[in-house]
């Protein structure tokens, strides 16, 4: 009996973010995540050194919290404003958590090298950093 191999649907999307657009995005975020950080620790209104000891911790959940939430509903605020989301290879949007889940970690593992797995957004005919190849997503225009 033969098995019958199904190739892998190579179809690219034409309307993919730009790399200005999500480069934008990123940065809008992150600003947002600062600003967000700096209240949680105005609010806490601990000494410095109390802040010094859970600034990592509490930055790392942030963060972890606000990528998740909003990769897994399709768009971050940066997104939004840049008026672009994100796809499922398979076109599915919202993502969901699952691939939010992963598209979180490949952040972290794109930026491990030399931010090698950005910059992979450059050559990539498809425009996929690691991580977006990690989840299984694309970004397009809204």
């Given at each position: ?5 199904v190739?892998?649907n ?8 730009s790399?200005g657009?999500?480069l ?9 995540l600062?600003i ?5 620790f105005?609010?806490?209104s ?7 000891r ?15 939430y909003?990769?897994?509903?399709g ?10 989301k994100?796809?499922?290879t ?8 699952s ?44």
């Amino acid at each position: 009996m033969e098995t019958e191999i199904v190739a892998e649907n190579e179809d690219i999307p034409k309307d993919l973010a730009s790399v200005g657009s999500r480069l934008l995005s990123f940065i809008i975020d992150n600003f947002i995540l600062i600003i967000l950080m700096l209240l949680v620790f105005r609010i806490i209104s601990a000494d410095a050194e109390t802040i010094d000891r859970i600034s990592s911790l509490l930055g790392g959940l942030i963060n972890f919290a606000y990528f998740l939430y909003f990769f897994s509903n399709g768009q971050t605020p940066g997104m939004m404003a840049m008026k672009i989301k994100l796809i499922g290879t398979d076109g599915t949007y919202p993502i969901g958590y699952s691939k939010g889940f992963l598209r979180y970690w490949g952040l972290q593992i794109s930026g491990l090298v030399l931010c090698l797995g950005f910059l992979w957004i450059l050559i990539d005919k498809k425009r996929q950093g690691w991580h977006d190849k990690i989840a299984g997503t694309y970004v397009v225009k809204a």
